[in-house]
């Protein structure tokens, strides 16, 4: 089993990638992104997951409503050639109507929720995100409920961590004063 591990796996581009989606080689139920060229199929949505990405968008918008950035939920952001997958919320610069013709490809601050996919979101993800500079990225751990805060990228790590509980509060870089209560984040 280990040697079929290594064997040299087909990278895709992006451009492949959306030519597959556009030519529906996926199913219009499959739950798929493309990251690192690997297409990975996202784990399916509970319940109570669902209601931590309303949550969490919920919260960002209320606090960066001025900021002139857009707040996005399960849609496409562009890394790189390689890699562009659906992050569960991405706060981008501008509005809505900016990314008609081309999905993003920079985002200020990423936020994964994890219930399954802890190590996927705390590993690839995490470095996807670093390799990208994006300068923020949160991991809503909804079985431990916290939500672990990394800034700083640097050579596909995060240089900065910390791990704030549901009493905690989060200050997002973009906007250093607005106040976030973690609690307010869990379902």
């Known amino acids: 089993m280990e040697a079929l591990l290594k064997l040299p796996r087909h990278r895709f581009s992006r451009a492949q990638f959306e030519r597959m989606v556009e030519a529906d080689v996926f199913g219009p139920l ?11 199929d996202m784990a399916p949505q509970k319940s109570r997951h669902a209601t931590a990405v309303t949550l969490v968008g919920d919260a960002l918008r209320v606090a960066l409503r001025d900021q002139g950035v857009t707040v996005r939920m399960q ?39 994890s219930d399954s996919t802890l190590a996927y979101d705390r590993g690839r993800k995490l470095a996807a995100y670093a390799r990208a500079g994006i300068p923020e990225y949160w991991v809503l751990d909804l079985n431990a ?24 509060c989060v200050s997002p870089l973009v906007c250093p004063s607005a106040s976030i209560r973690v609690g307010e984040l869990l379902p």
């Not at 499959?30 to 990975?40: C, K, P």
């Not at 890699?83 to 936020?111: F, K, M, N, Q, T």
């Open 75 to 113: 849609l496409p952001l562009v890394l790189d050639d390689h890699s562009e997958p659906e992050p569960d919320v991405a706060i981008v610069p501008g509005g809505a109507r900016d990314y008609r013709d081309a999905h993003p490809s920079r985002a200020l601050l990423v936020c994964e929720v």
């Open 30 to 40: 499959d739950r798929l992104e493309l990251l690192d060229g690997e297409i990975i």
């Open 145 to 168: 409920e916290r939500l672990e805060v990394f800034r700083r990228p640097e050579q596909g790590d995060y240089a900065l961590g910390s791990t704030l509980g549901a009493d905690d």
